[in-house]
């Protein structure tokens, strides 16, 4: 079965700062990625995702995340962290090909200092 | 306007009442989703629908009922609401396992 795993609950950078948060996944095909956004009393919103080809994607707000198969890894990053990006960041991940049901991972919140 | 809503975005009820919550999109996506967002417990699938008239059970099914009799209907009920069900549900749909597009969620308290 496919899994998810954020290992980071909580990260906390200062504004303007890098960001990078974690994502590894537990999977034997070709996935399809995803990382979403939910800010404070909303629903998730997506970020970016990974089908197939370059495994460096952009999305919006100014993030991207990097597929690397031989880490089984799918890491969100952002070059300046904005007060604005304080919100709860899931990854997914889903079957290509397959179970149209995406796994998600449990999260990491991030908190931003000024 | 197009999108996924739900609806009441804010109820409370007593133990063992009947709930239902609402979910619409205008997008004609195939899939729809019902999660519950817990502290502690993420997201966690309770029902999904691949088509009108088909659905299956999720990771927490026990307690809840979903119908879609209409693609672009797929409402939740809780038969005999509990404490433990007090929750944030969510709705989300998606076409063809691509990118899910979500709801702006219900916060249901039970008493």
């Known amino acids: 079965a496919q899994s998810v795993t954020q290992p980071d609950i909580h990260i906390t950078v200062s504004e303007g700062a890098s960001l990078e948060l974690r994502c590894n996944y537990s999977?034997?095909?070709?996935?399809?990625l995803f990382w979403y956004v939910q800010s404070p009393g909303q629903g998730l919103q997506l970020l970016l995702k990974?089908?197939?080809?370059?495994?460096l994607v952009q999305g919006i707000k100014g993030f991207e995340a990097e597929f690397k198969r031989s880490q089984s890894s799918f890491n969100l990053r952002k070059p300046s962290v904005h007060w604005s990006d304080a919100a709860e960041y899931f990854c997914?991940?889903?079957?290509?090909?397959?179970?149209?049901?995406?796994?998600f991972g449990r999260g990491t919140s991030l908190i931003v200092h000024p | 306007d197009a999108g996924i809503t739900q609806s009441p975005r804010y109820k409370i009820t007593e133990t063992g009442r009947q709930v239902t919550l609402m979910c619409h999109q205008t997008?004609?996506?195939?899939?729809m989703f019902w999660y519950r967002q817990d502290l502690g417990h993420g997201l966690r699938l309770i029902y999904y629908?691949?088509?009108?008239?088909?659905?299956d059970k999720g990771e927490v099914p026990d307690g809840y009922v979903v119908s879609r009799s209409k693609t672009e209907n797929f409402p939740l009920t809780l038969e005999s609401a509990t404490r433990s069900q007090t929750s944030v549900y969510f709705c989300?749909?998606?076409?063809?396992?691509?990118?899910?597009?979500f709801g702006p969620g219900t916060r249901l308290t039970v008493t």
């Open positions: 989300a749909s998606s076409e063809q396992g691509y990118e899910q597009y």
């Open positions: 999977y034997g095909a070709t996935p399809y």
């Open positions: 990974y089908f197939s080809g370059d495994t």
């Open positions: 997914a991940v889903g079957e290509a090909g397959g179970s149209y049901i995406p796994t």
């Open positions: 997008w004609s996506h195939s899939y």
């Open positions: 629908s691949a088509a009108a008239d088909i659905t």
